[in-house]
């Protein structure tokens, strides 16, 4: 392990990195698997700014039973890690299955996903799948090219969403939650959905009651806003005639003052890297299988390989990740480096490029002065 990050010291830059990411082999996973199957639905859940272990099943502050319901009942991946720290990137790798040195897509401004890229919408769209997307802020907006592949991309927003005072606009929670419930209330056939939340990102203000419950910890707050508007979502999908899988993460952390990083965005240590990673399926009669929580590393690049994997449909050799649908992939997942980077410091102010990997449980972050 020494060797291999210190060959990368020796060689250093963004292209050698890339190299080694993308040659690495797949892997390993454990006991709760999800039988391959076409006839579900497939439903992905992001919330930004959603750190790894601010979830009430994670042993955080945050009251989270609707989360903590899913992931008693499917498979909870406790190392789980994003591949950028800024929301558009890293939903691009999420929706791509790719590497944001492959997707091009660094930073939240002046960059877009490029027409014609394939996403996990224009797959299931060709497999005959209804899409439907719902966003809750700005730097998801339709202009940015992720509205390819979608029937409906519930996420515009024009200058009259911006108030006198400057600040991203956003939707609450139960608006996008609404929207998203009455689009799948429509769909008589298969359907994939992807819900975006925007709480918990700063500013934090978390509606009654949360604001009285965690005066003191307004972030925690907005996590438990944003569990309990997925309630009726999670409702919506064990209703429906079919099977749901259900893939819930977030896009990347926040920094709450670790490393001197009040939000996220600049550096890319574990409090903004490291996500919840949640894979279930729903149903309206509940499977008697008890859940798994699972140690080893998963990234953002494996959930489109799942969700094919997971539908029987083919998983594109091309693509860096793997999927995590069964024990035996998850076993293996240690063998696998990972690509990560924060560009928002190079783009914006001039600084040195941010990037590195990780093996197993070491990381190499990239610098005139790298860490280890």
Same mark, same amino acid.
């Given at each position: 392990?020494?060797? /291999?990050?210190?060959? !990368?010291?020796?060689? $250093?830059g =963004? &292209?050698?990195?890339?190299? +080694?990411?993308?040659?690495?082999? *797949? #892997? ?8 391959p ?9 992001t919330?930004d700014?959603? /750190?790894?272990?601010? !979830?009430?099943?994670a $042993?955080? =502050? &945050?009251?989270?039973?609707? +989360?903590?319901?899913?992931?008693? *009942? #499917? ?6 890690h ?7 990137p ?7 299955? /790719? ?10 401004s ?70 998203a419930?009455a ?5 008589s ?5 992807w ?19 965690y005066?003191a ?5 907005e ?13 919506t ?16 952390g926040e920094g ?30 509940p ?8 140690d ?19 998983v594109?050799?091309?693509l ?11 076993a ?7 690509y ?15 990037d590195?990997?990780?093996a ?5 972050i ?7």
């Amino acid at each position: 392990m020494r060797r /291999r990050f210190s060959n !990368l010291l020796d060689v $250093g830059g =963004l &292209a050698a990195i890339a190299a +080694i990411v993308t040659s690495c082999s *797949s #892997g390993r996973q454990s006991s709760h698997e999800i039988a391959p199957s076409a006839d579900r639905n497939v439903l992905v859940i992001t919330i930004d700014t959603l /750190r790894a272990d601010a !979830l009430g099943f994670a $042993g955080g =502050l &945050a009251r989270t039973p609707n +989360i903590d319901a899913l992931a008693v *009942s #499917g498979v909870r991946f406790t190392f789980a890690h994003a591949h950028a720290v800024l929301t558009l990137p890293s939903h691009a790798t999420i929706l791509t299955g /790719r590497y944001p040195f492959e997707h091009g897509v660094r930073e939240n401004s002046g960059f877009r996903v490029k027409p014609g890229t394939e996403t996990i919408a224009t797959r299931l769209k060709a497999a005959g799948f209804a899409t439907g997307a719902f966003v809750a802020a700005f730097p998801l907006d339709a202009r940015f090219g992720l509205a390819d592949g979608f029937d409906v991309y519930d996420g515009r927003f024009d200058a009259s969403a911006f108030g006198a005072e400057f600040s991203i606009p956003e939707r609450r929670a139960p608006i996008v939650v609404s929207h998203a419930n009455a689009w799948i209330a429509r769909q008589s056939e298969r359907w994939f959905a992807w819900v975006h939340l925007y709480e918990p990102h700063a500013p934090y203000r978390p509606p009654p009651p949360f604001d009285r419950e965690y005066a003191a910890q307004q972030y925690y707050g907005e996590v438990a806003a944003a569990d309990a508007a997925l309630g009726p979502l999670l409702d919506t999908a064990r209703g429906s005639p079919r099977p749901t899988l259900v893939i819930l993460t977030g896009d990347h952390g926040e920094g709450l003052g670790e490393h001197g990083e009040a939000t996220h965005g600049l550096f890319a240590y574990e409090s903004t890297l490291r996500v919840p990673l949640i894979i279930s399926e729903v149903r309206s009669t509940p499977s008697p299988d008890g859940g798994e929580t699972s140690d080893a590393p998963a990234r953002h690049v494996d959930v489109v390989p799942t969700i094919l994997d997971a539908l029987g449909l083919p998983v594109p050799a091309g693509l860096p990740g793997h999927s995590l649908r069964m024990s035996a992939d998850r076993a293996t997942a240690r063998e696998r480096v990972s690509y990560f980077e924060a560009m928002s410091g190079a783009i914006d102010y001039g600084w040195a490029p941010l990037d590195g990997v990780l093996a197993d449980r070491e990381k190499y972050i990239n610098l005139p002065i790298p860490e280890l």
